[in-house]
């Protein structure tokens, strides 16, 4: 079974600068999706940004993109220009095509906070 | 327009009892699940349905019946409520099942808070 790891519970930013979270995972699959979500207190999942594993191009959304180490199986996530808006829990997850059914399997979260 | 849209959003009630949670979904996917996330804010899968058919049934006490009258819904049926059944349920739903490349991303309803007393 996949697993997802984010080894940092909370984090913390000062407005502007930039931030990287951090997120690995345990696959032998050699296709599969990688995905950030945010949940700010609203509860909301919001979908932040996707890496398909065969691409070997970092995906990037505005000032959100990624760092993915397919041989190291590490996923991480580069906020720049922080935000106030940008505090959230934020979650790794990753999917596979390849089983019965397509989950996400969700990482435990890193809690974001920003400062003015 | 709510693409993935799940009443109640809070739900009150005592143990014993038994509750539904209704989740509907207008973006044309043919998957949808239940996803429970607990007090650490953890999220587990509970059930996916592809087109009315369960496909994914976690280890969840069968308490927990999941019901999809057609693909656009999804319904969760909890009986015999418990204190540890306290939690947020999100519905979500995406298009594709698997295999193929190209399958997006899960979209989540705002999330259901039951909380049992």
């Known amino acids: 079974a996949q697993t997802v790891t984010q080894s940092q519970p909370e984090m913390s930013v000062q407005e502007a600068e930039t931030v990287t979270l951090s997120c690995t995972y345990d696959t032998s699959e050699s296709d599969y999706y990688l995905f950030w979500y945010k949940q700010p207190p609203s509860r909301q999942m919001i979908l932040v940004i996707r890496?398909?594993?065969?691409?070997?191009q970092n995906a990037t959304e505005n000032r959100f993109s990624v760092n993915f180490q397919k041989a190291a199986k590490s996923f991480s996530l580069k906020i720049s220009d922080s935000q106030l808006g940008d505090a959230a829990m934020y979650f790794c997850?990753?999917?596979?095509?390849?089983?019965?059914?397509?989950?996400?399997?969700f990482g435990e979260g890193t809690q974001l906070t920003v400062n003015p | 327009d709510t693409a993935v849209s799940q009443t109640p959003k809070y739900l009150v009630t005592q143990m014993g009892n038994d509750k539904s949670i209704k989740c509907e979904q207008n973006l044309g996917h043919d998957t949808m699940y239940w996803y429970k996330q607990d007090s650490k804010k953890f999220l587990k899968i509970m059930f996916s349905?592809?087109?009315?058919?369960?496909?994914i049934n976690e280890t969840v006490p069968n308490r927990f019946s999941p019901k999809s009258p057609d693909k656009a819904h999804l319904n969760l049926h909890i009986n015999s409520l418990e204190l540890g059944d306290s939690a947020v349920y999100f519905c979500?739903?995406?298009?594709?099942?698997?295999?193929?490349?190209?399958?997006?991303?899960?979209?989540f309803g705002e999330g259901s808070r039951l909380t049992v007393l």
């Open positions: 997850a990753y999917r596979s095509p390849q089983t019965s059914g397509s989950r996400l399997t």
């Open positions: 349905y592809n087109n009315k058919e369960l496909i």
């Open positions: 890496q398909e594993a065969y691409k070997q």
């Open positions: 979500a739903s995406s298009q594709r099942a698997w295999g193929t490349r190209g399958a997006g991303e899960l979209f």
